[in-house]
């Protein structure tokens, strides 16, 4: 059975920065794409980073654009989203999620979801 398991979420000042994992297990990362998704309080989930199978594709909304980097290691079947520079309008709910034999991240045609992570930015 195939799971996602984020970790590395937490409280963060301004500027800061911070590293999420997502851990795949049941299934392997090669015929994948992942990609962060994120949801802020009263708000609807939105795609923040994806990377495609052969990591050949980066994929990042705007406003994360220069300041965060997704990248992952098929031999620990892990995603990592390194986030630089954290603003407060970046706390939320963060979720890794995987597509099977697909190149780009869509919110509504993700295969596999973890159950999420918050990342807090505030002083």
């Known amino acids: 059975q195939a799971h996602l398991v984020e970790s590395g979420g937490g409280l963060v000042q301004p500027g800061g920065s911070l590293r999420l994992f997502c851990t795949a297990s049941g299934f392997t990362l090669d015929h994948y794409a992942m990609g962060w998704f994120r949801q802020a309080p009263g708000k609807e989930r939105e795609g923040v980073s994806c990377i495609s199978p052969d990591e050949d594709r980066l994929d990042y909304a705007d406003s994360v654009k220069g300041r965060f980097t997704i990248s992952k290691d098929s031999a620990k079947n892990t995603v990592y989203l390194q986030m630089d520079d954290l603003k407060p309008e970046d706390t939320a709910n963060y979720y890794c999620?995987?597509?099977?034999?697909?190149?780009?991240?869509?919110?509504?045609?993700?295969?596999?979801w973890g159950k999420g992570i918050l990342v807090t930015v505030s002083s």
């Open positions: 999620a995987a597509s099977f034999l697909e190149r780009h991240c869509k919110l509504e045609a993700m295969d596999h």
